[in-house]
């Protein structure tokens, strides 16, 4: 359910997963192409790419108290048709977008209207390994 506090948190937290993690690609952390991980920390700080990012700011809103259910892995291309992953947070008003693209919160809408194409989405109140919704043909 959709609430003033909730969206104050869901900024909050935008904002501090967006400045506690340095964007660096799997194959600088890892020497992979992809890989979905938790935030690497290197010398005190963190570093991930988008995954790592969406993973991180999910785990900053379960600690807060909001149940895992609506907090949703998005997987979209961007507006250089290049892969990249969100955290959807469903509620009964509008979905909510957490994007380490974006400096604040941001929408399905506004993101579509930005060139960014939705692929596929995590089932609500499901497990990551259950098969993702299409959301696109």
């Known amino acids: 359910v959709y609430t003033d506090d909730l969206g104050d948190l869901l900024s909050k937290i935008q904002r501090k997963g967006n400045k506690d993690v340095t964007y660096k690609e799997d194959k600088e952390l890892y020497n992979v192409t992809e890989k979905w991980a938790y935030p690497k920390e290197k010398n005190f700080k963190l570093y991930g790419d988008c995954e790592d990012i969406a993973i991180y700011k999910r785990q900053l809103l379960i600690e807060a108290g909001v149940p895992l259910g609506p907090l949703l892995l998005t ?56 098969p993702w919704d299409v959301l696109t043909k």
Request: proline residues 4%; charged residues 25%.
């Open 75 to 130: 997987i979209c291309v961007d507006y250089a048709n290049r892969g990249h992953c969100v955290l959807c947070v469903v509620t009964d008003k509008k979905d909510i977008i957490l994007c380490n693209m974006h400096e604040t919160l941001t929408y399905p809408t506004v993101m579509r209207r930005e060139g960014f194409k939705f692929l596929y989405r995590q089932q609500i109140n499901q497990p990551i390994d259950v």
